[in-house]
């Protein structure tokens, strides 16, 4: 599911489209789509890149939030195995 919307949904919001401009005009509209989300993609690593490079410039330990992370992984993962290992039983009997 895209977005929860449905194949018929879809469709008639494809033909709304068809019918608002027409089909000669829906590559330029999906081209001109395609360029702005990949600038604003770029824009977006760019300014990941200028904090990240601007952190470690200051001294800034930027791995921090990676082993925090991890150690947040590692306890949900402790404490989904200890789910489990209860309700296991529980779940067998029915």
Do not use: C, W, Y
């Not at 194949?7 to 000669?24: K, T």
């Not at 991890?70 to 309700?87: A, E, L, P």
């Amino acid at each position: 599911m895209l977005l929860f919307i449905s194949g018929p949904e879809i469709f008639v919001i494809l033909l709304i489209v068809v019918m608002l401009f027409g089909a000669d005009k829906i590559p330029e509209i999906a081209r001109s789509l395609g360029k702005t989300m990949r600038q604003v993609k770029d824009a977006t690593n760019d300014i990941k890149k200028e904090i990240k490079d601007s952190a470690e410039k200051q001294g800034i330990d930027t791995e921090f939030t990676r082993e925090l992370k991890d150690g947040i992984k590692k306890v949900k993962n402790t404490v989904q195995d200890n789910i489990d290992d209860i309700t296991g039983p529980i779940k067998r009997g029915h």
